[in-house]
């Protein structure tokens, strides 16, 4: 990951619960060694996460840019509705995937899982997931999209994992998607058909680079630099 993509992650770890919480910094630990396990096309390691893009029509024409002048936008615009993203990424292998969906419910994370279990990684033995703790987040959801039979299979081909409440920071999918924020939605969108579109452009340019985050964030460090949140003896 390049130093320039950490910046909107660095700026979120003020986002850390009060001294002295042991549900954080275990759950933190327990994230931070499953970062560390080495490379296994057998057990790949996915990071999950999402947000929300909001489509947005020009109510006129935008001025076309000229010599030393860039394209000008009218301040009024047309709101379009409001698309949710998946954010399905691979840290290690440099692959990523995201799932433009009407909405985030229990069953768009449950069909979302579906399609990493059985069209990402049909050849994993199973899936090592890592995610936030957003209510939606949980095995459960797949008992609500699907016949338990199929619900059991899908959970049974993932290891889950969830970085700590307040420490969604952890999740490397939330670098990945600043990224994207960064790179191609930070403009007006006018609909979710163009939305999928760029988004898809997107996705093929930095898949075709394989682009891997460079994760260097480990226990000895929490253990240093948050102090604060072990408890002490």
């Not at 020009?58 to 001025?63: A, D, G, K, S, V």
């Not at 409001?82 to 229990?106: Q, Y």
């Not at 290891?159 to 670098?175: F, N, Q, R």
């Amino acid at each position: 990951m390049k130093k320039n993509e950490l910046k909107p992650w660095l700026n979120k770890q003020w986002c850390i619960p009060p001294k002295a919480n042991a549900d954080f910094v275990c759950a933190m630990e327990d994230t931070l060694e499953v970062y560390r396990r080495p490379y296994a096309s057998s057990r790949p390691l996915v990071c999950i996460d999402e947000t929300s893009k909001q489509q947005v029509k020009e109510t006129r024409e935008p001025l076309p840019s000229q010599p030393g002048k860039p394209q000008r936008y009218d301040y009024e615009y047309e709101r379009n509705g409001v698309s949710n993203l998946f954010m399905i990424f691979a840290p290690l292998e440099g692959w990523r995937h995201v799932k433009v969906t009407d909405r985030r419910t229990n069953v768009d994370w449950a069909h979302c899982l579906k399609d990493l279990v059985d069209v990402h990684f049909p050849h994993a033995e199973q899936i090592v997931l890592m995610s936030d703790n957003l209510n939606t987040h949980k095995p459960a959801a797949l008992y609500e999209a699907f016949a338990p039979q199929e619900a059991r299979r899908i959970i049974e081909k993932i290891e889950w994992h969830h970085t700590p409440k307040h420490g969604s920071w952890l999740d490397m999918a939330e670098i990945e998607l600043s990224v994207l924020q960064r790179q191609c939605l930070d403009r007006r969108i006018p609909d979710q058909e163009m939305l999928k579109r760029e988004v898809a452009a997107w996705e093929h340019q930095r898949n075709q680079h394989a682009v891997k985050a460079n994760w260097r964030f480990t226990t000895e460090d929490a253990r240093i630099k948050l102090k604060k949140l072990y408890p002490s003896f």
